[in-house]
């Protein structure tokens, strides 16, 4: 059975800093684009970054110069470096890779 579970969300202060980790079992990723979604209350989920296989990245503009997404196959497992965050950036993250969804983790920024 497969599986990605997150960690690493909590409370921060607007500014602050927080690394968010996705750590898959059941079955290897290292071949798979891995990405991170994040939904806000009230609203829609939307794409934040993903990797590929090779380490080619994408990110939403929004996020784009503060937030670092990389990976680590031996893990199998992804990661998002999150830096000088805003209150908007409030939301559940959610990790996914070939259509697999983990149950997500909460990031809260005060202001």
């Known amino acids: 059975q497969v599986h990605l579970v997150e960690s690493g969300g909590g409370l921060v202060q607007a500014g602050g800093s927080l690394r968010l980790s996705c750590t898959a079992s059941?079955?290897?990723?290292?071949?798979?684009?891995m990405g991170w979604f994040r939904q806000a209350p009230g609203k829609e989920r939307e794409f934040v970054a993903n990797i590929d296989w090779n380490g080619g990245t994408t990110y939403a503009d929004s996020v784009k110069g503060r937030f670092t997404i990389s990976r680590d196959n031996a893990k199998n497992a992804v990661y998002l470096q999150m830096n000088s965050l805003k209150p908007e950036d409030t939301a559940v993250y959610f990790c996914?890779?070939?259509?697999?969804w983990g149950q997500g983790t909460r990031v809260t920024v005060s202001s």
């Open positions: 996914t890779s070939n259509s697999y």
């Open positions: 059941g079955r290897t990723f290292s071949w798979d684009t």
